[in-house]
């Protein structure tokens, strides 16, 4: 089945202790990205990837890392969590060879910083 | 990307075709018309896509104005697993950041 997991799926951690969520797919798509979704605010993109060891900056960067050493995998890095980064995250996989529009979602990671 | 407006609610009765609407007024020749739906906190779920001609696939329809200002995405028969948060999207199609701007969007009450 074709999918993109996340882990894990509840999160409650404290103020500056590292964290690192996982995303994998199955789907051999080239590109990857993250988000979060805040009330009120939508779903902002923190980072996205267009393929193996390329990264680059969505609209809300700050204070996350993430890294994609397989095509598969493109985990999200917390280095020093704050509680302004409790919210939802979501990652999701598409394929570039071909535009077909379908962007595949997550089920999403509840993170709270306390 | 252009801007779109949709109705902040709407309901519909089990069976029936739900019909949610989409103004994109401000859409250029290159932009296509994507719809997704978001269920109570999960991840969003790509429902249809379509430049100019209608489109139709296993979950919807989706009807483009012929001056592609608006839209409408029809789910034929309603059941309550349809309830959710629809957002409609207008963006380019190309090969860089696939990045999705996702709006207020309509929230979508099926009623039994």
């Known amino acids: 089945e074709a999918q993109v997991t996340q882990n894990p799926r509840y999160l409650i951690t404290v103020t500056g202790k590292k964290l690192t969520v996982t995303c994998s797919q199955n789907?051999?798509?080239?590109?990857m990205s993250w988000y979060r979704q805040d009330p009120g605010l939508g779903l902002r993109q923190i980072y996205y990837s267009m393929n193996v060891e390329v990264t680059d900056k969505g609209d809300v960067p700050e204070g996350y890392k993430v890294s994609r050493k397989e095509k598969r995998n493109f985990p999200l890095i917390l280095e020093s969590p704050s509680p302004n980064q409790t919210s939802l995250y979501f990652c999701?996989?598409?394929?570039?060879?071909?535009?077909?529009?379908?962007?595949?979602f997550g089920p999403g990671t509840r993170l709270l910083v306390l | 990307d252009a801007k779109t407006t949709q109705p902040p609610s709407m309901d519909c009765a089990e069976g029936r075709a739900a019909n949610l609407p989409c103004n994109h007024s401000?859409?250029?020749?290159?932009?296509?018309v994507y719809w997704y739906r978001q269920i109570h906190s999960q991840g969003p779920q790509y429902i249809i896509h379509g430049l100019k001609n209608n489109e139709t696939n296993e979950m919807a329809s989706l009807i483009i104005t012929e001056d592609r200002k608006s839209s409408t995405l029809i789910l034929p028969h309603a059941t309550l697993r349809d309830t959710a948060v629809y957002y409609c999207i207008v963006r380019v199609a190309n090969f860089g950041n696939e990045k999705l701007t996702f709006g207020t969007g309509t929230r979508l009450t099926i009623i039994p």
């Open positions: 999701a996989s598409s394929t570039m060879t071909t535009h077909t529009g379908d962007q595949y």
């Open positions: 789907m051999n798509h080239e590109y």
């Open positions: 401000t859409i250029s020749g290159n932009e296509y």
